[in-house]
Every structure is written in C-alpha cells, then in structure tokens.
C-alpha cells in the first residue's frame, strides 16, 4: 500500500508523458532515473489565507504554490483562483508547465498555485481583501530570479493589480513578480492575447504540413469563453475561418448559420465574461436565437454534424472518448488543446490511434491531427517570459514585436515537436506530435537536472 494521497489530476499527467517518453526511455535507460526525479517538486507551499467579508464576517481558504522545477530558470506558472483547486490539480498542472516552459526556448522553470477562493460573486472589496492576505504569505516565497508567478483561471487584471499592490507594500519594492500586469506600469503588449494567438499560430503550422493548406473556410469548435477562447476566436475569423462553437460551466452554444460567431458577438461576450456572468446572458439578448442554438449542460463536440478544427480551451478533460469518436465522425482533422490536459487519455488514444493508420499522404481519411496543451497554448508563457524580459531592460516592445517574436517562438516551438516525433514515432508517416512536445521537452530539462547535479 502507497504512503502517497491519491492524486488523481497529477498522476494521470505523469501516465502520459511516461508512455509517450518509453521510446526514448527504451533507447536511452539512463533517463529513467531523471524521470523518478522530475516527477516530486522542489517545493511545496500550503498556507491559510484568511479574510475579512463585507457583512464582517471571517472567511478562510487554502493558499499554495508548487515550485515544481527550476533547473532552467526561475519558477514560472500562473496562480489559479478556483473552488475546485487542490494540491493534486496544481501538481499536473506545474508538472506540465516545467515541459511547457522548456519549449518555448525561454529560461524558465516550472510552478503553479492558487487557492479554493471562489471569484464570483464576490465584491470588489471582498477580492481585493483576500488579495491582500493570499499575497501576505505567498510574498515569502516569490521573486523577480525565484518564483514569478502570472494569471490563470479566477486571476484576471484586476487580481493580479490588487496582489502586485500587496506584495509592493509587504516588501516595499518595484519588482517584475508577476507577470500579467496592467500595460501601464510594467505588462507586456499582447498578454492578455497570447494563449489564443499563439494557439492558432500553432495549428497554422499543422494546416500546412498535413493538408497544405490555411484556415480560409475551416469550420472550427472552440470550447470556453474566457480569454484563451475569445482570442483564439478572434484570430480565427481574422484569418478567414469560421467559429461554431463557445461554451462555459453552464452549456455550449452553437451556431446555426453560415456565418457563426462575428467578432462583435465574441466582444459582448467578452464584456459579460469581464462581468463574471454566464453565456446564458448572451443567450436571453434579443436576436440570438435566430442564429444560434443554447444546449444546457452540454459540451460542443457531440453538437455539429461538420467540423474541420477542435481547439478545447476551457479546462482539464473537457474532451473524452467518446466526444474524440464525435469529432472523427464529423470529420474533424486537427485537434490543438488550449486549455491545459484538455483531452482525456481516452481521447488522446483514439487521436493517436487514427494518426497510426495512416501509411500515405495520399490517404489521410479518418485522421485527427493532435497537438497537446503544452505545446500548442505555450503561447501565454512565452509572453510572461517576454514580460520578464522587458521588466529586466526597463523597457516596453510594441504590439507588432511581441506578436512577431510569439509567432516565431511558436512556429519553433512545432518545429521542435514534429522532428522530435518524427525521430521518436513509429509505425506512420506522420509524427506523434505529443511524444515530440513531451520527449524535446523532458530531454532539455533532464541535460540541465543532470549538469547541476539532480541526478546522475
């Protein structure tokens, strides 16, 4: 019997880069030790994070952060403000950011944190109070060259503005701790953007080494409604495809015209997500009905008799076997996560199962093309590293240069994954892109463990 909790977000994340690592491993057994290693965190910070409520009364929460790995640079990961959140869902998810980090080529370690403290429907005096005590404590263990966490689900502008506060009174510095911040006193141009540019930058890659082509006419699902799904939206239509699709906690909403979703439509729906209210608020404006349809409770993928693109840009396992079996129906060829873990092992199997068969170029029916999270929505931290780069020049890059630098980070960034599973993937012409994001990744941060002595 095991003297560790049962994890089951963390172990499920560490079950999928250990498979998609063993052809590597097979041909390199050393790495097996650097594997043990890479899986328990440096550090872990649990703390009680109490506040004051409007009415007086005291509310409590958990605070953490999980300082993964740092082996190539200071910690970096986003702080999430959930009720779902818990040690085993912060350890896959900066387990998954030390890999993620790495492709981007920056110098970046791997961490995430958070707290159970629920967002909505909480005032702003109530958010900036608990701000202020979650930034009491987590302000020990942060730093411009240690720990420099940024946003995350729950964690938006106006959060990260009330903690960069806290943490300038608490250590009476100016200092590039977050990144994440307002364009006015030391964020980046394109932050708020990047997981969705650099999503759909991505899956540009993909278009044109599968089928030659680009996303004029493609029919895409997006799930969520946040930030990573609105940009990536918007990006789509100003490319030429077509959004079918948005969803969040409460239903999905499909498009039931030619045209679907306009960029007006993702702006109003962008306003009523900065409000904290549900899709359900779009739905009841006059007008919607006629050309959209609201399925309560339901995700998008089972929606849609068509489809070309699936980008999953709401949370962990939003996708699962049968939903993967869905979208082969429906014709899908290009599965990219922006949310991070998006598919189910499930999923990803029948993914990669039906990229197996394939055996010519000339015969691709019945493939979906995946990209896992930590490859294709790398987008976001490389812009906090881009962020932390400007901090420490004392400088700011317009728009045009950090959308120039994320695209080429991006496009590197798929380079790296399709030689990577091209040298690693057997059995089909096409490379696993999940074995090449998981084997480049884990190769970089095992070389630097072992030069500084975690492991031999």
């Known amino acids: 019997m095991s003297n560790l909790p049962v994890e089951p977000e963390f172990q499920q994340a560490v079950a999928e880069i250990t498979q998609t690592l063993e052809p590597f491993l097979v041909k390199n057994p050393e790495y097996r030790r650097a594997l043990d290693v890479v899986q328990i965190p440096e550090r872990v910070i649990q703390f009680r994070v109490t506040w004051e409520r409007d009415d007086g009364t005291l509310a409590v929460n958990r605070g953490f952060r999980c300082q993964f790995n740092s082996a190539l640079g200071p910690y970096k990961g986003g702080l999430r403000l959930h009720p ?25 370690g791997g961490g995430k944190g958070g707290s159970d403290f629920d967002p909505k429907g909480k005032s702003d005096h109530e958010i ?212 991070n873990m998006g598919c189910t092992l499930e999923a990803i199997e029948i993914f990669e199962e039906s990229r197996k068969s394939v055996k010519s170029k000339a015969n691709t029916e019945g493939l979906i093309f995946y990209a896992p999270g930590k490859a294709a929505n790398a987008g976001g931290v490389a812009v906090s590293g881009l962020e932390m780069a400007q901090n420490s020049q004392r400088l700011k890059w317009t728009s045009e240069e950090v959308d120039a630098k994320l695209k080429e980070i991006m496009v590197t960034c798929y380079k790296t994954c399709w030689d990577t599973g091209k040298e690693f993937s057997e059995g089909s012409i096409l490379p696993s892109l999940v074995a090449g994001a998981n084997i480049a990744g884990f190769i970089k941060v095992a070389n630097a463990m072992r030069d500084q002595g975690d492991w031999w």
Request: hydrophobic letters at 40%.
């Open 84 to 108: 779902t959140v818990n040690l085993s869902i912060l350890k896959f998810l900066g387990f998954e950011q030390i890999f993620k980090n790495a492709l981007t080529g920056l110098m970046m």
């Open 128 to 339: 900036r109070r608990f701000c202020y005590a979650f930034m009491q404590e987590l302000s020990r263990h942060i730093g411009a060259d240690l720990d420099v966490p940024a946003g995350d689900i729950g964690t938006g502008g106006r959060e990260i503005g009330f903690m960069f506060g806290a943490y300038k009174k608490y250590r009476n510095e100016f200092s590039g701790i977050l990144t994440g911040k307002g364009a006015n006193w030391g964020g980046s141009n394109i932050r708020p953007e990047a997981t969705g540019y650099g999503l759909v930058y991505y899956v540009t890659e993909m278009l044109k080494d599968l089928d030659n082509t680009d996303w004029k006419g493609k029919k895409v699902l997006i799930s969520g409604a946040g930030n990573v799904a609105q940009y990536a939206a918007l990006k789509v239509l100003e490319l030429g495809g077509k959004v079918l699709s948005l969803s969040d906690s409460t239903g999905s909403l499909i498009a039931t015209n030619e045209e679907g979703f306009t960029s007006k439509d993702i702006s109003t729906i962008a306003e009523i997500k900065l409000a904290r209210k549900s899709l359900t608020s779009f739905v009841e404006q006059s007008g919607v009905e006629s050309r959209f349809k609201w399925y309560l409770g339901e995700r998008p993928w089972t929606l849609v008799e068509k489809a070309d693109v699936a980008l999953p840009s709401a949370s962990q396992n939003e996708l699962n076997g049968e939903e993967a079996k869905a979208l082969l129906k429906a014709g899908v060829r290009y599965v990219a996560e922006g949310s």
